[in-house]
């Protein structure tokens, strides 16, 4: 829960607990933990030694993919890997101890991500790829901001999803050595394209920090933790956990090519709604660049990063799978939890886009 | 895997999908009109029903949604 967060003992003073973005101000504090599983993460990532008894203490988590303890110390333990974090003096990005308890939590992880895609589609994964992401209704979520969506509503979701896009693509580029040939290039290709397609100014994250800046939103990760849902962190734990292991490289680009199928249409709406709300143009903006983007998007990835993965190593095909499932999955859990902040109900999706 | 459970499960309807391409400076649209690229890979609508012509925006998918 948004208010459950207590101040790590190192941590400076308390951000505003109001649900949106803390605003732009000083340089960021130590995040916040919020129960024993962050605080034990963020001890560790100042040097304290693996504790006794961790493993237990992991177990005790009911669902971990919406708890927000726990996502908030697998977050805290992908975080060197990212960005220093602020108030920290010493390097933990190899530190063994801060390894050993992440390897606890990712095993519970991925037992309950496991559990939450149930049985997985067989047949050719390019064609449940596209069957798993073809549709042309829009999501709730998206209607409901193209559409219905307060200001604070809206701006609410933009300060919520700032801990992914914020890094935008970031956890995929570690995937990149982690493939090769064909599927190499073509992931090459869909991040050059994020990365601004040679213009920095183009960075997909920096169009989405020019969105935030634009309404008096900070633009760095760390301001927004105090406020964010564990099944937002959920959505970016997903993320690290399979591009950081070599092992789930199929689960990584079959996660992308769901991500990036499933964006378009939703962007559109998105949009629509910014424009609705009368919000700077720098807002529709972001949202506009990644309607005709993620249309090539989709294909590349499905087509040309999945596609020649699975003839490289068909092996490889049921983690394709798994990882758009667990996508998907996750992303609807993230949904949920704004319905929830809202007070408000998904509508029925008869209609389509456009 | 089986011959069998390698068969495509869907779609059961082809509608136009778009072209993918590579390595192009610019594109003439149906109407002449040429567009610069940009990106290191376009998609060009085949439906016809983008609002960004020539650029696909995933229309098509609404539009394989409401034929089956
Ligand atoms: S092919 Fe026409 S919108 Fe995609
Ligand atoms: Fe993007
Ligand atoms: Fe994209």
Not at chain 1, 278 to 297: I, Q, R, T
Not at chain 2, 4 to 31: F, K, M, Q, S, Y
Not at chain 2, 40 to 65: E, F, I, M, N, Y
Request: charged content about 20%; some cysteine.
């Amino acid at each position: 829960m948004v208010n459950a967060i207590a101040q790590h003992e190192q941590g400076a003073a308390a951000p505003p607990e109001t649900g949106a973005a803390a605003p732009a101000g000083p340089a960021p504090a130590l995040p916040p933990s919020c129960g024993p599983i962050s605080a034990q993460v963020l001890g560790t990532l100042f040097g304290d030694g693996p504790p006794a008894g961790w493993c237990a203490l992991v177990e005790t988590v009911g669902d971990p993919l919406t708890d927000l303890d726990f996502q908030l110390g697998l977050w805290l333990s992908y975080e060197p890997h990212y960005a220093d974090l602020p108030g920290l003096d010493r390097d933990p990005e190899w530190d063994p101890a801060l390894l050993s308890l992440r390897a606890a939590l990712e095993e519970r992880f991925e037992r309950a991500l496991r559990d939450l895609v149930g049985e997985l589609p067989t047949g050719d994964p390019v064609a449940v790829l596209r069957r798993l992401t073809g549709s042309g209704r829009p999501s709730p979520l998206a209607l409901h901001l193209g559409r219905d969506a307060s200001r604070e509503q809206f701006i609410d979701y933009l300060a919520q999803r700032a801990v992914y896009h914020l890094r935008e693509s970031d956890p995929q580029s570690f995937t990149l050595p982690r493939v090769t040939g064909a599927a190499k290039t073509a992931l090459a290709e869909l991040q050059y394209d994020e990365y601004g397609a040679g213009r920095p100014e183009r960075l997909h994250s920096r169009l989405y920090a020019n969105a935030l800046t634009a309404l008096d939103l900070p633009a760095d990760v760390h301001d927004y933790l105090p406020g964010v849902e564990a099944t937002v962190f959920t959505t970016v734990n997903t993320m690290s956990f399979f591009a950081l292991h070599r092992s789930l490289r199929g689960a990584a680009m079959g996660h992308l090519a769901a991500f990036e199928a499933t964006s378009s249409l939703p962007c559109r709406l998105i949009a629509t709604g910014a424009h609705r709300l009368g919000l700077p143009p720098a807002v529709a903006a972001y949202f506009e660049e990644h309607v005709e983007a993620d249309s090539v998007h989709e294909q590349v990835a499905i087509d040309d990063i999945c596609g020649a993965l699975v003839r490289a190593e068909p092996l490889l095909g049921p983690d394709v799978v798994f990882g758009a499932a667990a996508c998907l999955a996750v992303d609807e859990l993230a949904a949920q939890a704004f319905w929830a902040r809202w007070n408000a109900d998904p509508e029925p999706t008869g209609e389509a886009a456009s | 895997m089986t011959a069998d459970n390698c068969r495509r499960e869907t779609p059961e309807i082809e509608v136009a999908a778009p072209t993918v391409v590579r390595g192009a400076t610019v594109v003439a649209a149906a109407d002449g009109v040429l567009h610069r690229i940009d990106r290191p890979v376009v998609a060009l609508c085949g439906c016809g029903r983008s609002a960004a012509l020539p650029w696909c925006d995933s229309t098509h998918k609404v539009l394989a949604d409401r034929s089956s």
